[in-house]
């Protein structure tokens, strides 16, 4: 599918640089960043496959799929959008958007959500244009009937012998003709007024007309005008095929039969798209849209949903095609549980959900230990292949005024936490239900600080036991909202889940270096992995050290000694290189809190060791923690490194690590975290 064109709407710069990343390769993209720019490239090309993001403003994402499917119905939607959306959700899916991948990215889960939509697009082009071909081969070459051809604006353009032996006219005398030259002066001019109102839009029309013969006689017909369209959709002709009813013994009856069999092709049709909407195509199960349909008559009863525990291994080890087939197993196998009354449904990927009339604390346990124990015992065998599945399980009562569903979703979130073969049921004032809720909250709040620039830096000052003067200056963010400073601790995590985290680096380092612009004052940066795998780090820092005239040699930049652990070992080794180079120093932060690895340390050729809070505090009073403190100090001396206890807060521990040869200290016995240096 590379050479589908796709059109990408996303606001937001870094998630648009993600997704421009991750698709460039292998699709062709051709990205829009705000509403005006999206409708102006989409008129311009109409696009087949749009995958647009909830990100901006206003709820106009929602808009601009409408304005899409009426441009282009045929246009697939991917909208990408947050969990939390669920309105949105429900809304996109009301106005017919194609596919959903939920935030933050999640790289294989949103290609696999996109080829799928890809390959239906493929898939219904190529059975389009077979049966546009096959029907206009077996219309055209439909010699029992009368078949004639017109161009869009009436003009006949072909007329086969039946048309002239029915009509009286010939070929030559009915070429170049408006076709009203059979219309009969009966015939209600209203019916030819409605029957080019639906050819011109390019759906067929079936009637029956009365038409007039050259010498003045009269036939009947029953007709069947279509539209010829181009690959592009446009018409470039109308086919017309009919019967001669003539000898029916009177119009009546003959309409009377063709309504009756048109309002059943038009119920049979309506139930198949009904049946096909509301079913799962895997499993043939119901699907989430009729479990939306149908919740409401399960009031007082109860809502299990459940997901598989990592079925994704079951795609990466034997494909899609398998684990499509192992669904349908699974599938057969909780049908067969299911009691009687129960409704059984297929959601999205590896998840089903389960309506049950009854809700009590004795049959919510009952079913779950019975599903539980069923799949430990029971081999799915796929292709001789046996796999054993289980499943995670979030239950919520099935009320009025609230929505089951989501709350069923907090249920098994919070299930999926604890493991396999586990389930929880909604209940609002738990304390895991309150954090999942409180989580969620700050996720929107983080968003509001980012968007309104509401991080500001604070810094706390570093000095050298020694002198017990300042050395340089620890810069950290907090949230000022109203008369609240709000630390990292409570945003940090949550601008990770939203994607953002190096938009809030990126603002804290221009802040930083705004702030010590023309002194002449050391300060460090905390920096994440995530900032040194986007590899924008040392360029920016180039940029604002140049901009604000800060001497390289003053910044150091903190990392978490985790981060040196990283998979990507060699990228971040390199990135450190380099900012080393230009002249920045290097801490490495907690150290001791992880599997300290000493031959990475060596790598990084770091300036400071941190050694991590955990240590140091009440060190004045714990003899092993001394030990370790003395064993890191005489670590990073060997070393060439300098080492700073964090979390000082008593002359007691003082004396105590600057017995221990610590070469700086931070905490609060020499100032806490402030908007202003001393």
């Given at each position: 599918m590379q050479n589908v064109d796709i059109l990408y709407v996303e606001h937001e710069a870094t998630s648009a640089q993600d997704m421009l990343a991750l698709l460039c390769p292998d699709f062709n993209i051709h990205h829009a960043s705000t509403t005006h720019e999206a409708l102006r490239v989409f008129k311009t090309s109409l696009f087949p496959a749009v995958i647009l993001s909830d990100s901006l403003p206003k709820g106009e994402s929602i808009d601009l799929c409408k304005t899409f499917k009426a441009l282009h119905p045929k246009t697939k939607i991917l909208l990408h959008v947050n969990p939390s959306e669920c309105g949105r959700i429900l809304e996109a899916i009301r106005i017919g958007v194609d596919a959903f991948a939920l935030k933050p990215l999640e790289k294989s889960a949103f290609l696999l959500t996109l080829n799928t939509m890809l390959d239906t697009l493929l898939a219904s082009k190529k059975s389009e244009e077979a049966l546009h071909?096959?029907?206009?081969?077996?219309?055209?070459?439909?010699?029992?009937?009368?078949?004639?051809?017109?161009n869009p604006k009436g003009i006949i353009t072909y007329a086969n012998k039946a048309f002239e032996r029915i009509s009286g006219y010939t070929q030559e005398e009915l070429i170049g003709k408006p076709h009203n030259i059979v219309r009969h002066p009966d015939m209600d001019k209203s019916i030819f007024k409605e029957m080019w109102h639906v050819i011109s839009h390019g759906q067929i029309w079936k009637g029956v007309v009365k038409n007039r013969h050259k010498n003045g006689s009269f036939y009947v017909v029953e007709a069947t005008i279509i539209p010829i369209l181009d690959t592009e959709g446009k018409i470039v002709e109308y086919m017309s095929v009919r019967h001669d009813i003539s000898q029916l013994e009177t119009r009546n009856t003959y309409l009377q039969d063709v309504a009756a069999r048109n309002e059943e092709i038009a119920k049979t049709k309506s139930n198949e798209l009904l049946e096909k909407l509301y079913k799962d195509e895997i499993t043939n199960l119901p699907n989430s849209l009729a479990l939306q349909r149908d919740i409401a008559r399960f009031e007082g009863g109860t809502l299990f949903l459940l997901d598989i525990n990592n079925f994704n291994i079951f795609n990466k080890l034997y494909g899609f095609a398998f684990g499509d087939l192992l669904l349908q197993e699974v599938t057969k196998n909780l049908i067969f549980l299911s009691s009687k009354g129960e409704s059984l449904y297929k959601l999205s990927a590896d998840r089903y959900a389960l309506l049950s009339h009854l809700h009590n604390e004795e049959h919510?346990?009952?079913?779950?230990?019975?599903?539980?124990?069923?799949?430990?015992?029971?081999?799915?065998?796929?292709?001789?292949?046996?796999?054993?599945?289980?499943?995670?399980?979030?239950?919520?009562?099935?009320?009025?005024?609230?929505?089951?569903?989501?709350?069923?979703?907090?249920?098994?979130?919070?299930?999926?936490?604890?493991?396999?073969?586990?389930?929880?049921?909604?209940?609002?004032?738990?304390?895991?239900?309150?954090?999942?809720?409180?989580?969620?909250?700050?996720?929107?709040?983080?968003?509001?600080?980012?968007?309104?620039?509401?991080?500001?830096?604070?810094?706390?000052?570093?000095?050298?036991?020694?002198?017990?003067?300042?050395?340089?200056?620890?810069?950290?963010?907090?949230?000022?909202?109203?008369?609240?400073?709000?630390?990292?601790?409570?945003?940090?995590?949550?601008?990770?889940?939203?994607?953002?985290?190096?938009?809030?680096?990126?603002?804290?380092?221009?802040?930083?270096?705004?702030?010590?612009?023309?002194?002449?004052?050391?300060?460090?940066?905390?920096?994440?992995?995530?900032?040194?795998?986007?590899?924008?780090?040392?360029?920016?820092?180039?940029?604002?050290?140049?901009?604000?005239?800060?001497?390289?040699?003053?910044?150091?930049l903190v990392i978490l000694e985790i981060i040196t652990l990283s998979h990507a070992s060699d990228l971040i080794t390199g990135t450190i290189g380099l900012v080393k180079?230009?002249?920045?120093?290097?801490?490495?932060?907690?150290?001791?809190?992880?599997?300290?690895?000493?031959?990475?340390?060596?790598?990084?050729?770091?300036?400071?060791?941190?050694?991590?809070?955990?240590?140091?505090?009440?060190?004045?009073?714990?003899?092993?923690?001394?030990?370790?403190?003395?064993?890191?100090?005489?670590?990073?001396?060997?070393?060439?490194?300098?080492?700073?206890?964090?979390?000082?807060?008593?002359?007691?521990?003082?004396?105590?690590?600057?017995?221990?040869?610590?070469?700086?200290?931070?905490?609060?016995?020499?100032?806490?975290?402030?908007?202003?240096?001393?």
């Open positions: 071909l096959t029907q206009q081969l077996s219309r055209a070459f439909e010699t029992s009937t009368i078949v004639s051809k017109t919510i346990e009952n079913t779950c230990n019975q599903i539980f124990a069923y799949f430990d015992t029971t081999e799915i065998v796929v292709e001789t292949i046996e796999n054993f599945v289980s499943f995670s399980i979030g239950v919520a009562k099935i009320e009025d005024g609230r929505d089951a569903i989501v709350d069923a979703e907090f249920a098994l979130d919070i299930s999926k936490k604890h493991g396999k073969r586990f389930k929880v049921v909604y209940d609002g004032g738990s304390s895991q239900i309150r954090e999942e809720l409180e989580s969620i909250s700050w996720l929107n709040k983080t968003r509001e600080f980012i968007h309104k620039d509401m991080i500001v830096p604070y810094f706390q000052p570093i000095v050298d036991v020694n002198t017990r003067e300042i050395y340089k200056y620890e810069c950290l963010a907090r949230v000022i909202d109203g008369d609240l400073v709000i630390p990292p601790l409570m945003f940090i995590n949550a601008s990770v889940k939203l994607g953002l985290l190096t938009s809030v680096t990126k603002s804290m380092i221009s802040n930083y270096f705004h702030y010590f612009a023309g002194k002449n004052t050391r300060f460090s940066i905390n920096i994440t992995e995530r900032d040194i795998m986007d590899g924008y780090l040392l360029e920016f820092i180039k940029f604002k050290a140049q901009r604000y005239g800060i001497d390289p040699r003053n910044v150091t180079d230009y002249g920045c120093d290097i801490a490495i932060d907690d150290f001791g809190s992880e599997n300290s690895n000493f031959s990475r340390l060596l790598s990084l050729q770091s300036d400071y060791l941190k050694i991590d809070g955990s240590f140091v505090h009440n060190c004045d009073k714990d003899l092993e923690k001394q030990k370790i403190i003395d064993a890191i100090v005489q670590l990073a001396r060997r070393l060439g490194i300098k080492s700073v206890a964090e979390f000082v807060s008593s002359e007691s521990i003082f004396n105590t690590i600057k017995a221990l040869g610590v070469d700086y200290a931070q905490g609060y016995l020499f100032g806490k975290p402030e908007p202003e240096i001393l």
